[in-house]
Each structure stands twice: as C-alpha cells, then as structure tokens.
C-alpha cells in the first residue's frame, strides 16, 4: 500500500465517521434538514481531513514499514543480480586471466655493424638479417637473429656500443664495421685497432666472432685499399675466428643488387649477403 492509499483509507474511516454524526444531528434537528451546516459541507467537499494525533503517528509507522520492505527488496534484488553475475561466470564478476610471459630462450645471432647491417635503403624486413633469419628457420636451426645495425657508425662507434651487445648474452656476432672509417679516410691502423678491441671483448664474453670484411672503390688509392682490405683477414688470423672476406660478395656491381648509391645493397642483394653470412657461420651452429 503506499502513502497515497493510506492517506485515502484514513480519509474514508474519517467521512463514515462523520456521515454517521450528522445523520443524528438530522434526527435532531429536522429544520436543518434543508440547509445542512456550510462547515459540514465545507468537511465533506474537502479532499484531506484533520486527523488525529494518534491517527497521523500510526500512518507515518505504516509508512516507514513499507518504505523498509521495499528497500530490502530492492537490496535483496541487488544481491541476487550480483549472485547471478557470479554463477554464471559474467565479464563483470569474472576475474581477468593472468598474462603469460612467453619468453624466447633461443640463442642469439646478433649482427653488429653499420648501414650494411642495418638495411639503409631496403624495405621494411628485407635486411640482410632478416634474411638469415628466414634461412635459419627453413633449414631447422633453433636460433634469434637480432638486428643491431646502425647506419653511419664508425669501429670508434662500435667499440662505444659495444658493451650493449655483450649484455645481449649472444652464442654468435657477426662483426661488420670500417666502412665508413674507409670512405672517411682514417687511419688503417686506428680500424684495426677498434675491430681487435671488439673481437677480444666478444671472445672474453664467451661469444663467437664471425668478422665480415669489406673493401673500398679504387679511387681512394691502391695502397690505402689494399692495407684497408687487409685488414679483415688479418684479424681473422690472430683471434682465430671465421671471417668473410667481402661481405657484398656476388652482390657488389651486379645489376640489380646495388642501390644507386653503390654502396648498399638492394633487398635481392640483402639475400645473398644473407646468404654470404650463413655459409661461414653455419658451422658455428647446432641443432
């Protein structure tokens, strides 16, 4: 019942109430029969009657009796949203499921050098570790090339980074640097100098050292390229490690596999350098 329907009640009591006293004040005083008492009249047409004190303290018990009912059906009705939500296993009640680290525990390939390494000019996933990548996965060797070429840099760039890819933990470094040490004209002895520097730290690590070598065009001199190209196998010899004598091999004036620069290679020319690489550092790997 709500309050409306109280009050009505309460009403409707009050008029029979009245209605009985004036049909004995009719009895009574039967000249009035015709002109009934403008109050009693006033009492009737009126939509809400005084009530007694006693009566209103009942009404406003009844009322907040059924205000309380209805609040704890409507709390009772939360509740039991709330167990369904939970029962039947809904987005909102059901906690989100832990992320899995997947972690790759693959030993790493790590090819450490310049803008050769790094794919300067070549599409998006067309560098040449990318390719070696994509070799070593076909021919079933369990291994993670990592790209950690950076256009421009020098061997004094190498050595600075160096202690970056020694934290790598990498089974294998492809070591690819003097370049651009060459086309600027330094010292052959100072890029001897920062190559062996790298070599001893990566063998001091524990990792293997593949060096890949490197030339110069002919218009920096017969003597500088030839010390320069030097070099790499030079090295080679006294760390006893692999080396690639010149790592754009078969890729290096071969239309189509240079970019017009003609210094770095196409993403056809990253392939054979790709495959250049996996040639020497196959022997390096287990399966």
Known sequence: MTRRGIWYFLNMRQKERRHSEQK???????????????????????????????QLLIAFIVTGLLTGIAGCRTDAASKASSDFDKSTGSPAARPSPPQRQVTDDRPLIVCFGDSLTAGYGADEG????????KDLNNDGFRYRVVNAGVSGNTTKDGVDRLAGVIAMHPAIVVLEFGGNDGLRGFKVQTTRDNLS?????LKISGAKVVVAGITLPPDYGPDYVKNFTATYPTLARKYNVPVIPFILHDV????????PDGIHATDRGNEIVAQNVLSVVVPLLHK
């Open 252 to 259: 290096y004036g071969v239309e189509g596999m240079m970019q």
């Open 126 to 133: 067309e560098t040449y570790p990318d390719d070696l990548q």
């Open 24 to 54: 004995k004040r009719r009895h009574s005083q039967q000249e009035n029969r015709r002109h009934p008492d403008p109050e009693l009249a006033e009492e009737e047409q009126s939509p809400y009657l005084s009530f007694s004190p006693a």
């Open 197 to 201: 520097q790298m070599i001893a730290r």
